[in-house]
Structures are given as structure tokens and as C-alpha cells.
């Protein structure tokens, strides 16, 4: 069975306390959501031990926004995988658009991160999505579909049931702008396919793939209606518990 998911991606914003009180209230409130849909948030790393203790007792999983490409050494200022599980995630976000483009992050760094991560028992959130420039010259469904080959076909259909892809067009991360329900549902639909002809059509059906970009209260139900949209990845939405928990009712 396919699983709906809301999750929170809070990027570089929040001070500890503050991150606290926001992770306590989404905990709070999360008892007003169907049980049919998982909620996480993902705090930067900071946070990650208080916001787990947060949570705690509640439906609301824990996520990373990253996570290094080693397990442990001399690598000044990552964060390993068994440290995000030590510290209470069971998810970790890779992939994001803001770390490929701000940070380098290539396919093979993400190969490796994917297999650490999965290999700590993390689920993954992978994400994929094109740019303006891609989508205005109409590459949009081979960008991302070149993103999941690159990256998610080294992996075994049994390694798929611990990810999540999400589809975030560039275009839409902090926007305003959102892609209409038809474009986002017709690459999730060529998304599945990709998954499908891979793997096979039961991982592809059990498949969750999240929209992200500007998904708010206002459009998350006509998004969500869609047959392959099962769920979002909020950004900014995320940083106000009661958006972030409407986003989760539009189900
Ligand atoms: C994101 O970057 O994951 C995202 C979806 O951001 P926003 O909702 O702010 O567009």
C-alpha cells in the first residue's frame, strides 16, 4: 500500500528554541490528521536531538535535509548517517535542488549518500526536479528521469521500499509559483513509469512521490487529488505549524 507523506523541510531557518516550539506544536496538532498520513519534519542538524525529544510520543518522524558521503574521519563539518540515526531520524532528504546547485552535489556524491544512508536504516527522500531553463525548453521529463537513472537505478527494487522520490521543479522552490495539478501529475506519472520499467510495477505502485515547490493550505488539495501526487515536501509552508498541518488535512 502506498503511504501519503507531509514533510517539512525547515532549511537553514529556525534558532533552537524556536525549532522546538515549532516541532512541539506540529507534535500537538498532528493528532488532527488522518492516521493514513505520515508526517516528518527535517530541521538542520542542530536541532536534531532536541526536535527528536520534541516528538517524541507522537506520529511525526524525523528527518536530516543531508547527510555526508563517508561514515566517519576527518571530514570537518559533515554529519554521518549512524549520527542522524544516533540522534533520532529515520529519514534523511538528499538530493535537494538548493544542494545541487548551491553545493555541488553531483550523481556519485548522491549514489553514496543514498547507500549510507539506506545502509543506517534511513528512508531516503530523493530529490529530482528540472529548472526553468529545462522546463521552458520542454526537457523536463528527461532531466528527471536522468536523475533517478543516474542515481537511484544502482540500487535493488528491495533498496526502493525505503525511498521516497520528490518532485520539486526549480522553478517553484520559494516562488510562488507552482506547477498546475496537470504539470506536476504528468511527470509524476512519467516518474512511476521510470520506477516501473525498473523495478516493476508493484514498487512503482507502492512508490510515495511528494510534490515540492510552493505547495501551501490553498493548493494542496487540488494537488494531492491527483492519482500519482501522494503527498508534499514543504518548505517555507512547513515553518508555521498550522500551514503545515492544513497541508496534511488536504488529503
Ligand atoms: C523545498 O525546497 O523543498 C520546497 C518545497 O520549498 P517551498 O515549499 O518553500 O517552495
Redesign the pocket.
Known amino acids: 500500500m502506498r503511504k501519503h507523506i507531509v514533510a517539512g523541510?525547515w532549511?537553514m531557518n529556525t534558532t533552537v528554541p524556536e525549532g522546538i516550539e515549532l516541532a512541539k506544536a506540529v507534535a500537538a496538532k498532528s493528532v488532527e490528521t488522518p492516521e493514513s498520513v505520515g508526517l516528518i519534519v527535517a530541521p538542520p542538524f542542530t536541532h536534531l536531538a532536541s526536535v527528536a525529544e520534541a516528538l517524541k510520543g507522537s506520529k511525526v518522524a524525523l528527518s536530516a535535509q543531508n547527510c555526508a558521503d563517508h561514515t566517519k574521519g576527518a571530514y570537518t563539518g559533515e554529519v554521518a548517517v549512524d549520527m542522524l540515526a544516533s540522534a533520532g531520524c529515520t529519514y534523511t532528504?538528499l538530493g535537494?535542488?538548493?544542494r545541487r546547485q548551491y553545493y555541488g552535489e553531483t550523481d556519485q556524491t548522491l549514489v553514496e549518500k543514498v547507500k549510507l544512508a539506506l545502509a543506517a536504516n534511513l528512508g531516503v527522500i530523493f530529490?529530482v526536479g528540472e529548472n526553468l531553463e529545462q522546463r521552458e525548453a520542454g526537457k523536463h521529463f528527461e532531466v528527471v528521469t536522468d536523475q533517478i537513472k543516474n542515481v537511484l537505478f544502482q540500487f535493488s527494487a528491495e533498496d526502493m521500499k525505503n525511498v521516497v522520490i520528490?518532485y520539486?521543479p526549480v522553478w517553484?522552490?520559494?516562488?510562488?509559483k507552482t506547477a498546475s495539478a496537470e504539470q506536476a501529475q504528468e511527470i509524476h506519472a512519467c516518474i512511476r513509469k521510470v520506477v516501473a520499467d525498473q523495478f516493476g510495477a508493484q514498487v512503482a505502485e507502492d512508490m510515495t512521490i511528494l510534490y515540492?515547490?510552493?505547495?501551501?493550505p490553498s493548493n494542496a488539495k487540488e494537488l494531492f487529488a491527483c492519482p500519482d501526487i501522494d503527498g508534499?515536501?514543504?518548505?517555507?509552508?512547513?515553518l508555521k505549524a498550522d500551514d503545515f498541518i492544513a497541508i496534511a488535512m488536504s488529503f
Open positions: 523541510n532549511k532528504i535537494h535542488s538548493e530529490c520528490a520539486e517553484a522552490i520559494g516562488t510562488g515540492g515547490g510552493s505547495c501551501k508534499g515536501l514543504i518548505g517555507g509552508a512547513a
